[in-house]
């Protein structure tokens, strides 16, 4: 726990960065009416603030820069979101105003509507349309250590996904594997198939089993509709080329993203900073996601992606608010 100068301090550290992006000194930070102590004072607690991880000096003689406990710390100390400023509050009033249509084209047009509030990356996720179940399913062959597995589902959907077998596969353990896999699948939804467990005992079971996760995998991003907007505008926000290409490269990857909402989403409006997240490519990134409903069922989740310096307050209020109008559109049609 830190005591409240030393919070105040720690919050116009924050604050300040994010507002400038550039290492922030005492002097700043002691001019702020909400700090009110001498320069000196700050930099004391700054020290201390550095040698319990909350801040860092990126070289000598330069200011602080907040580090990921201390976005932490930030985030938390928040009073929940704030009011949206006057300009984002008539962009969300007048974009739920006019938006119509088909289900597809209002979360795309959600998707952009964040972005623009925001000016980072946003995500809206929408919940697979309808209950499907797996009609058949096959192992095939693709040389002697990869296979590739096949479900067929009952709307006609198909889900593949390789699988790298631990040992040479011969037609026999191919067929064993394929029909161990079947009798524990075939008829079930793609809920039921991410809480099935295959018995050890079976025939093949290794095998099967390998199947059945990728399938698994392949399943829960099958039917949701993702909808992304602001590649560009994130990718404005990193100077490093391989930072930039590592978030893009998660955004074009469907399953990761439905797996990282929901996730993050079963505790309702939520923030992710950094390693949080638990993928390497956004170790530079915060994650602000919420859930939204359609009479009162979940119908999918909403998230804005930016740099860990993104304006929280702002970026929790558009998050909050877009997801609460969201929810109101879909209810009352």
Same mark, same amino acid.
């Given at each position: 726990m830190l005591d409240d100068r030393k919070s105040a301090i720690l919050r116009a550290v924050v604050q300040q960065y994010i507002e400038t992006a550039q290492p922030v000194g005492s002097s700043s930070v002691s001019a702020r009416e909400d700090v009110g102590v001498s320069s000196a004072t700050?930099?004391?607690?700054?020290t201390q603030l550095e040698r319990e991880g909350y801040i860092v000096q990126p070289h000598t003689s330069a200011g602080r820069v907040p580090t990921e406990k201390g976005y932490r710390f930030f985030?938390?100390?928040?009073?929940?979101?704030? *009011?949206?400023?006057?300009?984002?509050?008539?962009?969300?009033?007048?974009?739920?105003? !006019?938006?119509?249509?088909?289900?597809?084209?209002?979360?795309?047009? $959600? +998707?952009?509507l964040l972005s623009d509030? $925001?000016? $980072?990356?946003?995500?809206?996720?929408?919940?697979? *349309?309808?209950?499907?179940?797996?009609?058949?399913?096959?192992?095939?062959?693709?040389? +002697?250590?990869?296979?590739?597995?096949?479900?067929?589902?009952?709307?006609?959907?198909?889900?593949?996904?390789?699988?790298e077998a631990p040992e040479d596969v011969t037609p026999d353990t191919l067929a064993e594997a394929q029909e161990s896999l079947a009798e524990a699948i075939v008829g079930a939804t793609?809920?039921?198939?991410?809480?099935t467990e295959l018995d050890p005992k079976v025939p093949q079971a290794d095998l099967a089993g390998a199947a059945l996760r990728v399938l698994r995998e392949a399943a829960e991003s099958e039917g949701h509709q993702v909808f992304v907007d602001g590649r560009a505008r994130i990718a404005g926000s990193f100077d490093a080329r391989e930072t930039v290409e590592g978030v893009l490269?998660?955004?074009?990857?469907?399953?990761?993203?439905?797996?990282?909402?929901?996730?993050?989403?079963?505790?309702?409006?939520a923030v992710s900073i950094g390693s949080e997240s638990g993928l390497a490519p956004l170790a530079e990134c915060s994650?602000?996601?919420?859930?939204?409903?359609?009479?009162?069922?979940?119908?999918?989740?909403?998230?804005v992606l930016g740099p860990t310096r993104m304006n929280y307050q702002e !970026?929790?209020?558009?998050?909050?608010?877009?997801?609460?109008?969201?929810?109101?559109?879909?209810?009352?049609?």
């Open positions: 700050v930099r004391n607690e700054m985030v938390d100390s928040l009073k929940g979101p704030g *009011p949206l400023s006057p300009s984002n509050v008539r962009l969300v009033k007048e974009f739920f105003a !006019t938006t119509h249509g088909e289900l597809e084209r209002m979360l795309a047009e $959600t +998707s952009r509030v $925001t000016g $980072t990356a946003a995500v809206v996720v929408g919940e697979p *349309p309808e209950v499907t179940t797996i009609k058949s399913v096959q192992l095939v062959d693709l040389s +002697s250590r990869t296979v590739l597995a096949v479900a067929v589902m009952s709307n006609g959907t198909i889900l593949k996904r390789t699988v793609l809920q039921q198939l991410h809480n490269g998660i955004l074009e990857q469907q399953y990761v993203v439905v797996s990282l909402l929901k996730e993050l989403v079963e505790g309702g409006l994650l602000v996601v919420a859930p939204y409903e359609a009479a009162g069922e979940p119908a999918g989740a909403i998230a !970026t929790l209020s558009a998050v909050a608010v877009v997801s609460q109008r969201l929810s109101r559109l879909l209810s009352e049609g």
